[in-house]
């Protein structure tokens, strides 16, 4: 069974330090090893331009999956500042994601084997 941390409200929050990515949901923080990570990929729906329609799901093991959505104050920092600098993020395929408007998987991170 998967474990989804959902930063989603205004006292969430999602950030990469030292090599950590803390994730703080309900007031409970969640702390995993940046080497942890498995996958990151890009959700889209088809709920835009009045929904939200695009999130991050970062996999980082143990069956623990982060989610947050591009609405969320933390996102654009977390993806583009801080585990885009860290890890190497495809920004084509984070590109192709914002231009879609269906429901689609883009994966944009997969830890080497």
Known sequence: ???KI???TDEDSLSLTD???RAVVDSVE???DLDSVEKIV???TDM???YDDMGLAIDVGNNNVIFIMSGHR?????LFDQIGKALPIDYQKIIDASACTTNN????YVRPV
């Open 42 to 44: 890009v959700l889209t």
């Open 74 to 78: 933390c996102y654009k920092s977390f």
């Open 48 to 50: 835009g331009p009045f």
């Open 6 to 8: 959902c930063v989603s």
């Open 19 to 21: 090599h950590k990515i």
């Open 105 to 108: 998987v883009f994966e944009i």
């Open 30 to 32: 969640y702390v995993y």
């Open 1 to 3: 069974m998967t474990n």
